[in-house]
């Protein structure tokens, strides 16, 4: 029997509600499956601050490079962020130290649109064609985000300056390409690479790189766009995206509008995958099994804490992300992702994806989507 390590984080906001519910299918999960999942839970965020005083406890990283696999929830509270220095504050002190810890290079962001939440997406059914379905790959660890020097500095006269480098490496843009190349050949092989090379430096660069790495995929149709123009077709034909190659920031600004899309965040679930590694655990699972980091793409949402109301599916989607990368558990996965299809097809919507229009759907609550999500396992 197979044994994986899990480190959960669930942090701040509606983070230990949705991770709750993510924790609950797993269990159910495994015990259909037969392997065992040891589920640690421990403290990140304002939860880390609380409990040892800053956002990663040093018991917290511990754990994490203990485990085979993060799932991590949310973290950050707009009320206290301001009460501490910027670069203590969990996105920086959290967040962006896991990723630049574990080298989490990959983002991946799937998005789909049920055809029983049409009445979610914001566009027009004429405009969703037969469906959608898109990849969002990211690069994760470079570009304005992490690129030196980054500072706010005076310059005199009571004013000051903001700077924010963007930075990218021949090497960093191959190695995203290829997890983008390669998740285009198992889906319907066409990849549209993101860049603003009219003006950036970096996105001439990006364009390069990319079109020389494409050559070795002959059988995936590549295209450039610029950014602007993604963010302008996204809303006029998505349809026509299969996978969507973005670096760090176009790929931030991009994946969270696709994720409109789908209905709500609370729909959209995340893998941040490093290198590729063998562990006790994982050797022989599959092909490529990676260390990842899974989270929704969504926020803490504090305004909707402790009150029931949170959509956990991206959560729990997440954690099939999980399965399928980092342990090899292809059917689980497939398990998990068909069990929360079932949940919606038979009406259950918690309140941001609550039409009233639909006379045969129920307004649920998180525990309760977990429920019915669980049922169908």
Request: glycine share 10%; aromatic share 6%.
């Amino acid at each position: 029997m197979k044994n994986f390590k899990i480190a959960a984080l669930a942090g701040d906001g509606i983070g230990p509600e949705v991770m709750r519910e993510a924790i609950k299918i797993l269990r159910a999960t495994e015990k259909k499956f037969g392997f065992t999942l040891q589920i640690t839970e421990a403290p990140v965020g304002w939860a880390g601050i609380d409990a040892a005083g800053k956002a990663l406890p040093d018991t917290t990283l511990a754990l994490c490079k203990q485990s085979d696999a993060i799932l991590f929830g949310s973290v950050g509270l707009p009320d206290r962020d301001p009460t501490i220095p910027k670069e203590e504050r969990p996105e920086r002190a959290a967040l962006l130290r896991i990723r630049k810890e574990f080298g989490l290079f990959a983002n991946l962001r799937p998005v789909t649109l049920p055809k029983a939440l049409a009445h979610a997406c914001p566009l027009a059914k004429e405009r969703q064609g037969d469906g959608i379905d898109i990849l969002v790959v990211r690069e994760l660890t470079g570009g304005m985000y992490f690129g030196q020097p980054k500072k706010t500095e005076d310059i005199g006269g009571g004013n000051q300056r903001a700077i924010d480098t963007m930075v990218y490496t021949t090497p960093e843009i191959e190695r995203i390409a290829h997890v983008a190349f390669k998740s285009a050949q198992l889906r319907r092989k066409k990849l549209t690479s993101i860049d603003k090379a009219n003006v950036l430096e970096n996105g001439i660069l990006w364009r390069e790189v990319v079109t020389r790495v494409g050559k070795n995929y002959p059988d995936v149709t590549l295209e450039h766009m610029f950014v602007d123009n993604g963010a302008m077709q996204l809303v006029l034909r998505p349809t026509q995206f299969d996978v969507m190659l973005c670096e760090n920031m176009f790929g931030d600004i991009l994946s969270d509008e696709a994720a409109a899309l789908g209905g709500s965040l609370g729909m959209l679930p995340s893998a941040s995958l490093g290198l590729p590694r063998q562990s006790a655990a994982t050797a022989g699972a599959g092909e490529e099994n990676f260390f990842g980091f899974y989270e929704p793409a969504g926020g803490t949402a504090p305004d909707i804490a402790g009150k029931n109301l949170a959509n956990p599916i991206a959560q729990i989607l997440s954690s099939a992300l999980m399965l399928r990368h980092s342990f090899g558990l292809n059917e689980a996965a497939a398990a998990i992702e068909n069990a929360v299809t079932k949940a919606i097809n038979a009406g259950n919507r918690t309140g941001d994806i609550f039409n009233p229009i639909e006379t045969t759907a129920k307004r649920v609550g998180t525990t309760q989507m977990g429920d019915a999500i669980a049922a169908g396992i």
